[in-house]
């Protein structure tokens, strides 16, 4: 059983795009994350959730609205894709906050043409 | 925010102890140390994590100097599926408010 879970594992879409990537675990945790990580390799939080609550939001624009329906899932959502926003998205998640060991999903590599 | 500063890569022979060095010579007194890897293309895996006494799991060990400005990662015997990028990281904040700052890290390249 996959304890977090993401898809779609590749994402190829236009600039100008709104797309959906989905994220779930099945830990039983209470908190999620969005990791963003570049062409060059570093890794950064975007966003994380507690209890369906928004905890931690970096500067990211305003085009990425995560989703929390429940708190297995944590969806992110990018309006108005552009091309700088092509990079592998990671979900994340914790029994608490981001002092316990966070599990990280497989990882969904978007690419904006 | 405390920084870390690790080399940019290091190469290990397999069956070798891998030793990863890092510095944190900022970091605050109730500020923890963890190690995460990643491995090609997958997300990053746990490793360990410790405050200012050395730690052993079935991974890996940790050892934290007495100052506490820099600390250790050691793979008592690499295999070649130990070859990953590995993070040191300085916790921020506390809660659940708290976040891993993942740095460049040390790709470690192990070889037969």
């Known amino acids: 059983d996959t304890a977090v879970s993401q898809t779609p594992k590749y994402l190829v879409t236009q600039m100008g795009n709104d797309k959906s990537i989905k994220c779930e675990q099945n830990?039983?945790?209470?908190?999620m994350y969005w990791y963003k990580q570049d062409s060059k390799k570093f890794l950064k939080i975007m966003f994380s959730?507690?209890?369906?609550?928004?905890?931690i939001n970096e500067t990211v624009p305003n085009r990425f609205s995560p989703k929390s329906p429940d708190k297995a899932h944590l969806n992110l959502h990018i309006n108005s894709l552009e091309l700088g926003d092509s990079a592998v998205y990671f979900c994340?998640?914790?029994?608490?906050?981001?002092?316990?060991?966070?599990?990280f999903g497989p990882g969904t590599r978007l690419t904006v043409l | 925010d405390a920084k870390t500063t690790q080399p940019t890569s290091m190469d290990c022979a397999e069956g070798r102890a891998a030793n990863l060095p890092c510095n944190h010579s900022?970091?605050?007194?109730?500020?923890?140390v963890y190690w995460y890897r990643q491995i090609h293309s997958q997300g990053p895996q746990y490793i360990i994590h410790?405050?200012?006494n050395n730690e052993t799991n079935e991974m890996a060990s940790l050892i934290i100097t007495e100052d506490r400005k820099s600390s250790t990662l050691i793979l008592p015997h690499a295999t070649l599926r130990d070859t990953a990028v590995y993070y040191c990281?300085?916790?921020?904040?506390?809660?659940?408010?708290?976040?891993?700052?993942f740095g460049t890290g040390t790709r470690l390249q192990v070889t037969l």
């Open positions: 830990l039983g945790h209470d908190t």
């Open positions: 410790g405050l200012k």
């Open positions: 994340a998640s914790s029994l608490g906050g981001g002092a316990d060991t966070q599990y």
């Open positions: 900022t970091i605050s007194g109730n500020e923890y």
């Open positions: 990281i300085v916790r921020v904040g506390s809660g659940t408010a708290s976040k891993l700052t």
């Open positions: 959730y507690n209890n369906k609550e928004l905890i």
